[in-house]
């Protein structure tokens, strides 16, 4: 009888064991899922940073008393790439980055002759695609940390959390008010 | 040894070179293996279309997901629109939105033509993308592939298997056994249709084998791009939000949704959008204006479903059969016939549970032979159903029913039904002889029955209702397209169609 009861409880600690390790693992793939997909973030916004020096210049030739303009969008890659920015701050200086490329790119319609440049219009394609690129990065980014709260928010996350340290919250990479797009509604 | 001899074993030992050869040529032929990228969500420059992506990730075997891929991938790039009303994704309705589809691939314009065939003006549910038969749905499909096919090759990204020549001489190849054979066995002095026979024989499972393996296979690039997009599988896999996005999601993943299908990740999205010969028993209709879901129930148990009177009057006939067959045996019946007799007999009971089984089956069996419904198994069953009589006898069992004069109560309980039943045949062909009903709607579905004899299920949507039972179509009634919209007289105690008129095809 002792050997049956003995061998019910082995089994049962063993499995209890087996989803404790489980669900600590998960915790640890989601965490690293995050920092991924941040890193992915990293390397599109990094791709859109190198090429406002060129978009800058092209404008500069044709645009050169817009300095308020240009200057503003230097400015702003200045703060953005500046570094040691926590999560919702470099989300605001992308935002206002943003904002400022908007202006200068708003430029073209002033000046036909800087429109036509096919230069320009080039650097102007590859930063539309490179912001599409980190919107879909942010939507990854957004859905990893989302999967991360809701394993760190159940049970038993909520209690392995703490066992292994390097468990936190993760802040959401946001869109600020200037780059949300209005939301189109439709009745079916 | 003789010639014959010579001649059968040099076939054989051709069997054993040309399955070497096959087995080289498989082995030369195989896909190298993929070396999947790191993890990442670029698509990289000019991607492959979501349709290619599947074949890729299915290995260059099939294109499973491809057309419901294709389909997320137009509704990403505007074509289509994919809307969700409700909770339920199955429920989602997807719509055209006339956008400009001059630049589509053959395999994009087929999806965006099946969901315009079924969508029209107004959209359609998802469900009802669904082919409503196998045959329409495997043709469709492989129609599809071929397409797929070609642009792969196109892109440098898939080749076929074996190389023309080498096919062919593995085809040629594969009858030399057959042929060694038949001359063997025209010189062994058997006839004309054994040397054929013979011949060919050996030939069907070689030709079985080539056919299975023909097909594509992967070049370097395809290779390389598979590599990158397992690498994208991988980055979607490790984001479990995305497994369960609905169709409609499209709105906010973009492309990213129909690549995860291709992929296999986004296995709801996948299974929803079902190009395939979609549910027999849940079919969605517009016929009446709207579209909702049908539920069809197919009376494959009902007793004398789609029979004609001769038929019922038969059946009737083979059912009192076997009730008045059953009670003569009960009242007949004598305990003597169990008991063993002669000179050196002891009267003891001899297999009275044997006794009794054959009787029963043997009544059963005359009730088979009236019913038309004897077959080549028959006396098989028949053989099988004495053993339980049988192995009662060995163990003692049923002697005491043996011994009782009259009805036992499973005799008595068998008589009362299928006294039931002849008389349930005789209402049923009363009934067929009335004026038939009209019914008009469209055809859901058309089922075929594994017996050709039997008469095929119809399924009607007449517009009245979200429930049908199938009709009874004769077997040698011509087939009727699903989607038609027909007028049918019909005999509602059978289900038997009488007559069908396709008002629009």
Redesign the interface.
Same mark, same amino acid.
């Given at each position: 009888m002792g050997v049956i009861v003995g061998g019910i409880s082995a089994v049962l600690i063993a499995v209890l064991a087996w989803w404790l390790v489980r669900t600590y693992n998960r915790l640890v793939?989601?965490r690293n899922?995050t920092q991924? *997909?941040w890193a =992915?973030i990293d390397v599109q916004l990094k791709r859109r940073h190198e090429l406002i020096p060129n978009l800058v210049e092209g404008a500069r030739g044709y645009a050169a008393h817009e300095r308020a303009t240009l200057e503003a969008v230097v400015a702003a890659r200045g703060v953005a790439t500046g570094g040691g920015l926590g999560i919702v701050d470099q989300a605001a200086a992308e935002d206002a980055l943003t904002a400022s490329l908007g202006r200068l790119l708003a430029l073209g319609e002033n000046y036909p002759q800087l429109k036509a440049d096919r230069h320009f219009a080039t650097l102007q394609e590859e930063l539309t695609t490179a912001e599409d690129?980190i919107a879909? @990065?942010r =939507?990854?980014y957004n *859905? @990893?940390v989302?999967?991360y709260h809701t394993a760190l928010e159940s049970f038993p996350g909520n209690l392995l959390a703490g066992l292994g340290g390097a468990h936190g919250r993760k802040e959401y990479f946001e869109a600020g008010a200037v780059v949300q797009d209005a939301v189109q509604v439709?009745f @079916? | 040894m003789t010639f014959e001899a010579e001649l059968y074993w040099s076939g054989a030992g051709l069997i054993a070179l040309w399955l070497a050869a096959f087995g080289i040529a498989l082995a030369a032929t195989r896909n190298g293996a993929v070396e999947a990228a790191p993890a990442t969500q670029e698509f990289g420059p000019e991607p492959e279309s979501p349709a290619v992506v599947a074949l890729l990730a299915n290995r260059w075997r099939s294109v499973d997901r491809a057309a419901a891929a294709t389909l997320l991938d137009l509704a990403a790039r505007g074509l289509l629109e994919l809307r969700q009303p409700a909770d339920d994704p199955a429920h989602s309705t997807v719509h055209l939105t006339g956008k400009d589809a001059a630049d589509l691939t053959p395999y994009e314009r087929r999806v965006l033509a099946r969901v315009a065939e079924r969508a029209g003006e107004t959209g359609a549910p998802i469900g009802a993308i669904a082919f409503r038969g196998e045959e329409r749905a495997k043709a469709w499909n492989g129609a599809l592939r071929q397409e797929i096919v070609v642009e792969a090759r196109r892109r440098g990204l898939s080749r076929t298997r074996f190389a023309p020549l080498l096919a062919t001489a593995l085809f040629m190849t594969l009858f030399a056994p057959g042929a060694l054979f038949g001359v063997a066995a025209v010189s062994g002095g058997h006839g004309i249709r054994g040397a054929l026979a013979v011949a060919v024989l050996p030939a069907l499972p070689l030709m079985w084998l080539l056919a299975r393996s023909l097909g594509e296979r992967a070049t370097p690039r395809g290779l390389e791009r598979a590599g990158h997009w397992a690498g994208v599988q991988a980055w979607l896999h490790a984001h479990e939000e995305f497994a369960p996005l609905p169709p409609a999601a499209v709105t906010v993943w973009d492309r990213y949704l129909g690549y995860g299908t291709a992929l296999g990740v986004t296995s709801r999205a996948g299974r929803l959008l079902g190009f395939d010969a979609g549910d027999k028993r849940r079919v969605w209709s517009s016929y009446g204006g709207t579209w909702r879901p049908v539920r069809i129930r197919y009376p494959r148990l009902r007793p004398g479903f789609g029979a004609t009177t001769a038929r019922l009057l038969q059946l009737a006939c083979a059912a009192g059969v076997v009730a008045v067959g059953l009670y003569l045996f009960a009242v007949l019946r004598q305990p003597d016939w169990a008991v063993t007799t002669g000179p050196d007999a002891d009267h003891s009971l001899r297999r009275p549970g044997l006794l009794l089984s054959a009787g029963w089956v043997g009544i059963a069996l005359l009730g088979v032979l009236v019913a038309g419904r004897f077959g080549r198994w028959t006396l098989f069953v028949a053989f099988l159903a004495l053993m339980p009589g049988n192995f009662g006898s060995a163990h003692g069992w049923l002697g005491h029913a043996m011994d009782r004069s009259g009805l036992l109560v499973g005799e008595t309980v068998a008589i009362v039904s299928f006294g039931a039943l002849a008389a349930y045949y005789l209402t049923l062909a009363v009934l067929e002889r009335r004026a038939p009903h009209t019914v008009t709607g469209e055809v859901l579905r058309m089922e075929p029955r594994r017996r050709e004899s039997a008469p095929r299920f119809l399924a009607l949507d007449t517009g009245d209702a979200d429930r049908t039972v199938a009709w009874a179509l004769p077997p040698e009634a011509p087939a009727v397209a699903p989607g038609s919209v027909v007028r049918l007289a019909v005999s509602p105690a059978t289900r038997a169609v009488r007559s069908a008129d396709v008002v629009t095809g």
């Open positions: 793939r989601l899922q991924a *997909s =992915q690129r879909y @990065a =939507q990854f *859905s @990893a989302q999967s439709r @079916a | -």
